[in-house]
């Protein structure tokens, strides 16, 4: 297989002139989602668990980003500080939409960015891919299914001795999503089906 060339990555990439913005947009003075992520941690955390809540997850294995059914999908990504970029490890990427990769070339995929340029993205500089999961989960049996889709809790408040800890599937941090007033409390919550569901499969958010 073919290795991109370096000197691929260093173009200029140039936005597609047609590409509509909201109104008001100005390329001057207008800060990205990627820089406000890259630069403020509290605004990192909050976008981080709107995604969730909007159905996007993390990607176990990154290579399932060059299967064909991923084609003309939303995607977002974290640098692992090893591209020619130099930036550092956990960069934020907003990303865009997939258009593909060459024919039996498992190095890199090609996507267009929400500025309409083109970019190449090499598989082995990537740290996590997230995606927006576009059809609902089903578990259960095939006499009793089950549609499921996010679950969300009330964001915890009124700090007790009975924290309820779920694991942020971006982040991979423990993250308080309910204060019990006793042991008793803490038991039934983690007992319900709901919790069940977010612990195990990590696909929860905050309302």
Known sequence: MTQIKQNLQL??????PKTKH??????KTYI?????????????????????????????????ILKDEMK?????YRLNGNSLSEAEKGTFRSGGIIIG?????????????YSGA???????????????DPN???IGTNKEKQIKSTVFFNEPTNETPFPVY??????????VVYYAKDSYSKDRFTGTKKYDYAYKTKDWGFK
């Open 118 to 132: 083109i970019f190449p993205l090499q598989i082995i500089d990537i740290e996590e891919i997230y995606m927006k």
């Open 32 to 64: 990205s989602i990627q820089d406000r992520v890259n630069n403020d941690p509290e605004y990192e955390i909050q976008y981080i668990d709107d995604l969730i809540q909007k159905g996007w997850y993390k990607l176990a294995d990154n290579n399932s």
């Open 72 to 76: 003309g999908r939303h995607f977002k």
């Open 22 to 27: 909201q109104r008001g947009f100005n390329a």
């Open 136 to 138: 609902k989960k089903i």
């Open 11 to 16: 173009y200029t990439r140039i936005p597609d």
């Open 101 to 113: 990769r060459k024919e039996l070339d498992n190095n890199f995929i090609l996507y267009k960015s």
């Open 166 to 175: 779920l694991t942020c599937k971006f982040t991979g941090k423990q993250v």
